[in-house]
């Protein structure tokens, strides 16, 4: 079996080195391909690897065969996917090997159709509840002490999966109860303050982890076993077993929670609470959010808006000055 640098197991097979060296290529060019890219390009390799010959070949069949959308695929997994592929072609085409390049009317224009997963209150409380009533392990010894503090900080800053495992010690000020995000999608780093109450739960998860803030200012906040950082299939197979303990699972129609929904879920209760509670209109309650989440444009933000059941008055409330404003009364002679 085949590795690359971030030890992403590709299979042995006919195609596995040109996907390699095109991996390598995209390295040596500086470019940001990592992770979920490279998952997809392994996933592409595995299926050229299947296509017959004793040479590396990308075939038009097998290019339509990857392209075609899952069922139950999202459209951007689907594009995402292509992206790679067509990437690749262009590759091999230029170092004068065979391939089919997809043309660019394959797929229809991208249309966002993903419904997140908006955990209500109750659920968010039943969760918490759960993950403090989490046992200790002798593989994992700290993790249940772990797994509390950083649940709390994504419903309670809707902090990305990479931006909470990644925080350091000299990320956290627990004195002004502010994180530091840094360099995180788009190079975009921010201040995150936080709520009083989570920033005195943070102080007892700080004591109870023993921390030298002072002399081990590296050291990560949410540490692995090892003091590494805590591995994103752990998180989430760690997150999914306490969803199973507070009952809340998918239902026949819908994913499975990811870990990304509790981001969703804190950009829909902020919104729901600035334009309801605060009584902020739509787009000040926006552009205050898309600033805290790290979004550097507005409609980012907005495609986060979803409208659960819960409070969907609040928010129709909100925008009736709008309409108010925009369509004047008329009243009639009779």
Do not use: W
């Not at 540490?223 to 999914?240: A, M, Q, W």
Request: charged share 20%.
């Amino acid at each position: 079996m085949a590795e690359n640098k971030l030890s992403i197991v590709f299979p042995d097979g006919t195609c596995t080195k040109v996907c390699l060296d095109f991996l390598r290529f995209k390295h040596s060019l500086g470019q940001k391909f990592e992770g979920s890219d490279i998952y997809r390009l392994r996933y592409i390799c595995q299926q050229m690897n299947q296509a017959l010959g004793d040479t590396p070949v990308l075939s038009k069949d097998t290019v339509l065969n990857i392209a075609q959308r899952r069922n139950g695929e999202a459209q951007g997994t689907q594009l995402n996917r292509i992206r790679i592929l067509r990437q690749l072609a262009e590759y091999m085409i230029s170092v004068d090997m065979e391939a089919y390049i997809l043309p660019g009317h394959f797929t229809q224009k991208y249309r966002y159709d993903f419904r997140p997963y908006i955990f209500s209150r109750e659920q968010i409380a039943d969760i918490l509840d759960a993950a403090d009533r989490m046992e200790s392990s002798v593989r994992s010894p700290y993790m249940h002490v772990i797994m509390p503090a950083i649940l709390r900080v994504f419903f309670g800053c809707g902090l990305r999966s990479s931006e909470a495992r990644q925080l350091k010690l000299c990320n956290v000020d627990l004195t002004a109860g502010v994180l530091t995000v840094e360099k995180s999608k788009n190079l975009v780093s921010r201040y995150v303050p936080m709520a009083e109450s989570l920033t005195t739960y943070l102080q007892k998860y700080a004591d109870a982890m023993s921390f030298s803030f002072n002399t081990d200012n590296d050291a990560y906040f949410f540490p692995s076993p090892s003091g590494g950082v805590i591995h994103d299939s752990t998180l989430r197979d760690r997150f999914r077993a306490i969803l199973l303990q507070a009952g809340v699972s998918a239902s026949n129609d819908e994913a499975f929670p990811r870990i990304h929904d509790m981001r969703h879920t804190f950009i829909v209760h902020s919104y729901a609470r600035m334009t309801g509670e605060l009584g902020l209109d739509l787009y000040t309650a926006m552009s205050i959010i898309a600033a805290y989440v790290g979004h550097t444009n507005i409609k980012d933000t907005e495609r986060y808006i979803h409208l659960p059941e819960f409070d969907y008055l609040n928010i129709t409330t909100a925008g009736a000055p709008f309409v108010d404003a925009c369509v004047p009364e008329v009243t009639f002679d009779v």
